[in-house]
């Protein structure tokens, strides 16, 4: 028997089953090598399976890895940005805000652009500067922008964060959907 590398959840049961059936081959006129080798096989075979998952599992870390650094570089280049066109500076002395920039406002202008985009959302149009876009797009974009701008003034590692943040909402139990359909349960 061949061994195949597993790619998905048929590849995977696939394998299984060859190796149920080499393992589970009963023919008295089949000798005890065969059978042996039969096993052998079967134990290859899911030998070549365990390291093709550990293989993905090891690439999509890595990914993983990789989208949280691209984060955190967007953060650092859209702050830079900011900073460069005078964002982060007082424009009537010329001095660095970046110790006393207003947080609240910087976060009531992250809803403003959230709603702007439900304003685009619930009217349907298309954005009047970049009319190639959907406006709900563009203010979804101008909200991450915003909110880039302010954890790279803050110097926060958000591509880790998000990354973590998603890892402990999978293990919650209140956003799990047996418990949102619950009486009390979080129903958005």
Request: contains cysteine; aromatic residues 4%.
């Amino acid at each position: 028997v061949k061994a195949i590398e597993a790619t998905g959840v048929v590849e995977l049961w696939d394998t299984i089953d060859q190796a149920r059936i080499l393992i589970g081959a009963k023919n008295d006129n089949v000798s005890d090598a065969v059978k042996e080798n039969n096993i052998n096989q079967a134990w290859h075979l899911l030998n070549n399976l365990l390291k093709a998952t550990e293989q993905r599992e090891a690439q999509a870390e890595a990914e993983n890895v990789g989208i949280a650094e691209a984060i955190n570089q967007l953060c650092k280049d859209v702050h830079a940005d900011n900073v460069k066109v005078g964002w982060w500076t007082n424009p009537h002395t010329g001095e660095s805000i970046l110790e006393t920039r207003n947080v609240p406002e910087m976060i009531c202008l992250m809803h403003s652009e959230l709603s702007e985009g439900l304003e685009g959302f619930r009217k349907n149009l298309m954005d009047d500067h970049l009319p190639a876009y959907p406006m709900l797009a563009v203010e979804l974009a101008d909200t991450i922008i915003r909110i880039a701008d302010l954890a790279g003034a803050k110097g926060f590692p958000l591509g880790e964060i998000i990354e973590a943040k998603r890892a402990y909402n999978r293990t919650r139990a209140d956003h799990k959907l047996e418990n949102r359909l619950k009486d009390g349960g979080k129903a958005i």
